[in-house]
């Protein structure tokens, strides 16, 4: 355990400097170049699912069709790994995010760059009215679209409710949705230092073909994406606290 977590700290020390300098490193392309942005950001992805599995002994492992073409992703969100797995197995991703992080440092330049979505918490409906609008209007590139349907960060064996923003989409999209499930928050905490060794997967679900009603759809994605995900807990040896 004490092996473990000198493993931990060390690692989670690397990957906050690799952040900077592989950001520093790519940033004369990635000025120019939304290609470049997108390089920089995969490879940092990369990096830190490859040291994981040297450092901590944690394997990152992706299931299920990974979707290429314009979709709307609504995926489970336990920890920052899923974000890194998702992001590095899409070809071009575009997060809905928080618009806090548009002001980090070297992620928020990034973000900007690749035209990422960023919400307002507090006015939700009316950001996706306006991310809905530049889609259509072809002011973002093409790319699967990726959302959290429960808005945040939600601890194994936590239940919160679902947010009506992916059906939302969903509905004013027109396009299938891929549910995505994950048991990345086992082995990599929403607070903390300690990384678990094992296998953190993130699976990509049958697609919903559009044209469902929002309550059934949203019946739907709650259900596969819950029971997915307790089945890749489970796998991974998690045991809901008494």
């Known amino acids: 355990m004490m092996l473990q977590w000198i493993r931990s700290i060390f690692y989670v020390v690397q990957a906050t400097v690799a952040m900077p300098v592989i950001g520093l490193a790519f940033a004369p392309w990635a000025m120019f170049s939304k290609r470049g942005a997108y390089t920089a950001c995969k490879s940092y992805a990369a990096w830190c699912m490859w040291s994981a599995r040297w ?90 679209i990726v959302i959290y349907s429960q808005g945040t960060r939600v601890a194994p064996g936590t239940r919160i409710p679902y947010k009506v923003g992916s ?42 073909a559009p044209g469902l009603g929002r309550e059934a759809f949203m019946q739907k994605l709650e259900q596969e994406v819950e029971t997915a995900s307790d089945n890749l807990l489970a796998e991974a040896g998690w045991r809901a606290a008494d």
């Open 55 to 144: 450092l901590i002994g944690l394997r990152c492992e992706v299931r299920g069709a990974v979707p290429t073409g314009e979709v709307l992703i609504a995926a489970k969100h336990q920890s920052f790994l899923d974000i890194i797995m998702i992001f590095h197995a899409l070809p071009r991703a575009k997060f809905i995010m928080k618009r806090e992080i548009l002001w980090t440092p070297v992620i928020g330049q990034y973000t900007k760059r690749m035209q990422m979505i960023a919400v307002d918490r507090g006015k939700r409906g009316k950001a996706i009215a306006k991310m809905i609008a530049d889609v259509e209007a072809g002011k973002i590139e093409p790319g699967q």
């Open 167 to 208: 059906a939302v989409l969903y509905d004013q999209l027109h396009q299938p949705c891929v549910p995505a499930a994950t048991n990345a928050g086992f082995f990599w905490p929403r607070r903390g230092l300690y990384r678990r060794p094992g296998v953190a997967v993130v699976e990509f679900l049958d697609p919903i």
